[in-house]
Protein backbone atom coordinates (compact mmCIF):
# COMPACT_ATOMS: atom_id res chain seq x y z
CA UNK A 1 0.00 0.00 0.00
CA UNK A 2 1.12 3.38 -1.17
CA UNK A 3 2.09 6.11 1.64
CA UNK A 4 -0.61 8.68 2.55
CA UNK A 5 -0.12 12.01 0.12
CA UNK A 6 -2.25 13.66 2.40
CA UNK A 7 -3.65 12.62 6.52
CA UNK A 8 -5.46 13.67 9.70
CA UNK A 9 -3.69 12.70 12.70
CA UNK A 10 -5.60 12.39 15.66
CA UNK A 11 -7.54 15.54 14.35
CA UNK A 12 -10.27 17.10 16.51
CA UNK A 13 -12.21 20.49 15.93
CA UNK A 14 -14.52 22.79 18.05
CA UNK A 15 -16.33 25.94 16.59
CA UNK A 16 -16.87 27.51 20.33
CA UNK A 17 -17.89 25.25 22.69
CA UNK A 18 -19.37 22.59 20.62
CA UNK A 19 -16.99 19.83 18.71
CA UNK A 20 -17.95 18.70 15.88
CA UNK A 21 -15.02 16.59 15.27
CA UNK A 22 -13.34 14.11 17.76
CA UNK A 23 -9.78 12.62 17.37
CA UNK A 24 -10.26 11.52 13.56
CA UNK A 25 -7.56 9.73 11.22
CA UNK A 26 -8.21 9.70 7.76
CA UNK A 27 -5.28 8.99 5.08
CA UNK A 28 -5.69 9.64 1.32
CA UNK A 29 -3.37 7.42 -0.85
CA UNK A 30 -2.35 8.19 -4.57
CA UNK A 31 -4.60 6.41 -7.02
CA UNK A 32 -7.00 5.73 -4.61
CA UNK A 33 -10.87 6.71 -4.72
CA UNK A 34 -11.54 7.36 -1.07
CA UNK A 35 -15.49 7.98 -0.23
CA UNK A 36 -15.72 9.79 3.43
CA UNK A 37 -20.01 8.83 4.10
CA UNK A 38 -22.15 10.19 7.15
CA UNK A 39 -25.39 11.51 8.17
CA UNK A 40 -26.37 15.58 8.05
CA UNK A 41 -23.92 16.75 10.71
CA UNK A 42 -21.53 13.81 11.21
CA UNK A 43 -18.78 16.30 10.32
CA UNK A 44 -17.99 15.41 6.56
CA UNK A 45 -17.81 19.34 5.51
CA UNK A 46 -15.37 19.82 8.37
CA UNK A 47 -13.20 16.88 7.47
CA UNK A 48 -13.11 18.03 4.20
CA UNK A 49 -12.34 21.75 4.66
CA UNK A 50 -9.29 20.91 7.17
CA UNK A 51 -7.62 18.83 4.55
CA UNK A 52 -8.44 21.52 1.88
CA UNK A 53 -7.06 23.90 4.13
CA UNK A 54 -10.14 26.18 4.75
CA UNK A 55 -9.98 25.35 8.63
CA UNK A 56 -7.66 24.62 10.84
CA UNK A 57 -7.62 21.70 13.38
CA UNK A 58 -8.22 22.94 16.85
CA UNK A 59 -6.19 19.76 17.66
CA UNK A 60 -3.84 16.79 16.19
CA UNK A 61 -2.60 17.35 12.83
CA UNK A 62 -2.90 17.70 8.78
CA UNK A 63 0.18 15.80 7.06
CA UNK A 64 0.88 16.35 3.79
CA UNK A 65 3.59 13.61 2.78
CA UNK A 66 4.09 12.48 5.99
CA UNK A 67 5.13 16.36 7.24
CA UNK A 68 3.53 18.48 8.94
CA UNK A 69 1.36 20.94 6.80
CA UNK A 70 0.19 24.17 8.06
CA UNK A 71 -1.79 25.33 5.32
CA UNK A 72 -3.27 28.25 6.67
CA UNK A 73 -5.22 28.62 3.78
CA UNK A 74 -6.71 27.19 0.93
CA UNK A 75 -4.77 28.82 -1.62
CA UNK A 76 -1.56 26.88 -0.19
CA UNK A 77 -3.07 23.84 -0.20
CA UNK A 78 -3.66 24.19 -3.64
CA UNK A 79 -0.56 24.87 -4.62
CA UNK A 80 0.51 21.73 -3.46
CA UNK A 81 -2.13 20.28 -5.67
CA UNK A 82 -4.74 19.82 -3.25
CA UNK A 83 -8.48 20.67 -4.81
CA UNK A 84 -11.46 21.15 -3.02
CA UNK A 85 -14.82 21.02 -5.29
CA UNK A 86 -17.62 22.76 -3.28
CA UNK A 87 -21.54 21.48 -3.06
CA UNK A 88 -21.93 25.10 -3.35
CA UNK A 89 -20.44 26.44 -6.29
CA UNK A 90 -17.57 29.10 -6.08
CA UNK A 91 -18.04 30.50 -9.53
CA UNK A 92 -18.02 34.36 -10.33
CA UNK A 93 -21.36 34.43 -11.61
CA UNK A 94 -20.42 37.80 -13.84
CA UNK A 95 -17.21 36.41 -15.66
CA UNK A 96 -17.17 34.00 -18.77
CA UNK A 97 -16.27 30.72 -18.22
CA UNK A 98 -12.80 30.66 -19.28
CA UNK A 99 -12.34 33.41 -16.78
CA UNK A 100 -13.77 31.34 -14.08
CA UNK A 101 -11.49 28.46 -15.05
CA UNK A 102 -8.10 30.36 -14.79
CA UNK A 103 -9.29 32.99 -12.34
CA UNK A 104 -6.15 34.08 -10.20
CA UNK A 105 -3.85 32.01 -12.64
CA UNK A 106 -4.61 33.62 -15.16
CA UNK A 107 -2.37 32.30 -18.55
CA UNK A 108 0.23 35.36 -19.89
CA UNK A 109 1.77 36.00 -23.02
CA UNK A 110 4.60 38.37 -21.37
CA UNK A 111 2.64 41.45 -19.84
CA UNK A 112 -0.58 40.21 -21.47
CA UNK A 113 -3.31 38.04 -20.68
CA UNK A 114 -3.69 35.28 -23.17
CA UNK A 115 -7.22 35.02 -23.70
CA UNK A 116 -6.38 32.66 -27.26
CA UNK A 117 -4.50 30.11 -24.90
CA UNK A 118 -7.27 29.92 -21.70
CA UNK A 119 -10.42 29.59 -23.88
CA UNK A 120 -8.92 26.96 -26.40
CA UNK A 121 -7.31 25.29 -23.00
CA UNK A 122 -11.33 25.59 -21.42
CA UNK A 123 -12.60 24.40 -24.57
CA UNK A 124 -10.23 20.68 -23.89
CA UNK A 125 -11.22 20.65 -20.75
CA UNK A 126 -14.80 20.89 -21.16
CA UNK A 127 -14.78 18.66 -23.95
CA UNK A 128 -12.75 16.22 -21.72
CA UNK A 129 -16.23 16.19 -19.90
CA UNK A 130 -18.63 16.42 -22.66
CA UNK A 131 -19.92 19.48 -21.91
CA UNK A 132 -21.07 22.08 -24.12
CA UNK A 133 -20.83 25.63 -22.94
CA UNK A 134 -19.08 27.89 -24.46
CA UNK A 135 -15.85 29.21 -22.38
CA UNK A 136 -17.02 32.55 -23.63
CA UNK A 137 -20.64 32.05 -22.01
CA UNK A 138 -21.26 33.73 -19.12
CA UNK A 139 -21.74 31.89 -15.62
CA UNK A 140 -24.65 33.37 -15.00
CA UNK A 141 -26.83 32.47 -18.00
CA UNK A 142 -25.58 28.67 -18.03
CA UNK A 143 -27.56 25.34 -16.30
CA UNK A 144 -27.11 24.35 -13.24
CA UNK A 145 -24.96 21.15 -14.35
CA UNK A 146 -23.26 22.91 -16.45
CA UNK A 147 -21.75 25.28 -13.71
CA UNK A 148 -20.95 21.85 -11.75
CA UNK A 149 -18.92 20.81 -14.89
CA UNK A 150 -16.94 24.12 -14.67
CA UNK A 151 -15.89 23.32 -10.93
CA UNK A 152 -14.70 20.19 -12.13
CA UNK A 153 -12.85 21.97 -15.21
CA UNK A 154 -11.00 24.16 -12.96
CA UNK A 155 -9.64 21.51 -10.68
CA UNK A 156 -8.90 19.86 -13.99
CA UNK A 157 -6.99 22.74 -15.19
CA UNK A 158 -4.73 22.45 -12.48
CA UNK A 159 -1.54 19.81 -11.44
CA UNK A 160 -3.27 17.71 -9.47
CA UNK A 161 -1.91 15.66 -6.54
CA UNK A 162 -5.78 15.55 -4.41
CA UNK A 163 -9.41 16.18 -5.23
CA UNK A 164 -11.50 16.49 -2.83
CA UNK A 165 -15.34 16.44 -4.23
CA UNK A 166 -18.45 17.37 -1.74
CA UNK A 167 -21.40 15.84 -3.49
CA UNK A 168 -20.24 16.69 -6.65
CA UNK A 169 -23.38 14.35 -8.69
CA UNK A 170 -26.48 15.67 -6.73
CA UNK A 171 -27.13 18.05 -9.29
CA UNK A 172 -26.30 16.07 -12.32
CA UNK A 173 -28.16 13.97 -14.80
CA UNK A 174 -27.38 10.09 -15.27
CA UNK A 175 -25.18 10.48 -17.81
CA UNK A 176 -23.25 13.49 -16.37
CA UNK A 177 -22.70 11.16 -13.82
CA UNK A 178 -21.38 8.70 -16.15
CA UNK A 179 -18.96 11.02 -17.54
CA UNK A 180 -17.87 11.96 -14.01
CA UNK A 181 -17.14 8.73 -12.97
CA UNK A 182 -15.01 8.08 -16.28
CA UNK A 183 -12.57 11.27 -15.30
CA UNK A 184 -12.18 9.77 -11.94
CA UNK A 185 -11.30 6.61 -13.03
CA UNK A 186 -8.51 8.33 -15.37
CA UNK A 187 -7.19 10.49 -12.02
CA UNK A 188 -6.87 7.43 -10.08
CA UNK A 189 -5.33 5.53 -13.23
CA UNK A 190 -2.71 9.05 -13.11
CA UNK A 191 -1.99 8.74 -9.32
CA UNK A 192 -4.81 11.33 -8.19
CA UNK A 193 -5.70 10.55 -4.93
CA UNK A 194 -9.46 11.44 -4.68
CA UNK A 195 -12.16 11.82 -1.42
CA UNK A 196 -15.69 11.36 -2.81
CA UNK A 197 -18.51 12.14 -0.59
CA UNK A 198 -22.45 11.22 -1.20
CA UNK A 199 -25.48 10.16 0.20
CA UNK A 200 -25.41 7.90 -2.97
CA UNK A 201 -24.50 4.63 -1.39
CA UNK A 202 -24.60 2.32 -4.50
CA UNK A 203 -22.57 5.19 -6.22
CA UNK A 204 -19.71 4.85 -3.72
CA UNK A 205 -20.15 0.96 -4.18
CA UNK A 206 -19.69 1.40 -7.74
CA UNK A 207 -16.96 4.37 -8.12
CA UNK A 208 -14.85 4.30 -4.94
CA UNK A 209 -12.18 2.02 -3.79
CA UNK A 210 -12.65 2.87 0.57
CA UNK A 211 -15.11 3.60 2.63
CA UNK A 212 -15.40 5.50 5.76
CA UNK A 213 -18.11 6.12 7.82
CA UNK A 214 -18.12 9.66 10.23
CA UNK A 215 -20.53 9.42 13.08
CA UNK A 216 -21.43 12.66 15.15
CA UNK A 217 -17.70 13.90 14.60
CA UNK A 218 -15.81 10.12 15.15
CA UNK A 219 -14.64 7.44 12.85
CA UNK A 220 -16.71 4.84 13.23
CA UNK A 221 -15.79 2.36 10.24
CA UNK A 222 -13.27 2.36 7.73
CA UNK A 223 -12.92 -0.70 4.91
CA UNK A 224 -12.22 -1.20 1.46
CA UNK A 225 -15.37 -1.52 -0.68
CA UNK A 226 -14.69 -4.38 -1.71
CA UNK A 227 -15.30 -6.00 1.57
CA UNK A 228 -18.56 -4.25 2.84
CA UNK A 229 -21.96 -3.80 1.91
CA UNK A 230 -24.71 -1.20 1.12
CA UNK A 231 -26.66 -2.19 4.17
CA UNK A 232 -23.44 -2.32 6.39
CA UNK A 233 -22.38 0.96 5.67
CA UNK A 234 -26.41 2.46 6.32
CA UNK A 235 -25.96 0.69 9.51
CA UNK A 236 -22.87 2.22 10.58
Known amino acids: MSAPVLELKGVSRSFGPV ?4 GVDFALRPGEIHALI ?3 GAGKSTTMKILGGYLDPSGGEVLCDGKP ?10 ARGIVMIHQEFNLA ?3 AVDQNVFLGREIRKGWRLDHKAMRDRTAELLGRLDCRVSPGAQVARISVPDKQMVEIAKALSRDLRVLIM ?3 TAVLTERECEVLFRQMERLRAEGVAILYTSHKLGEVKRICDRVTVLRDGAMVLSAPVAEISED ?3 AA
Open 69 to 78: AGFGHSDAAE
Open 166 to 168: DEP
Open 232 to 234: QMA
Open 93 to 95: EHL
Open 38 to 40: GEN
Open 19 to 22: WVLH
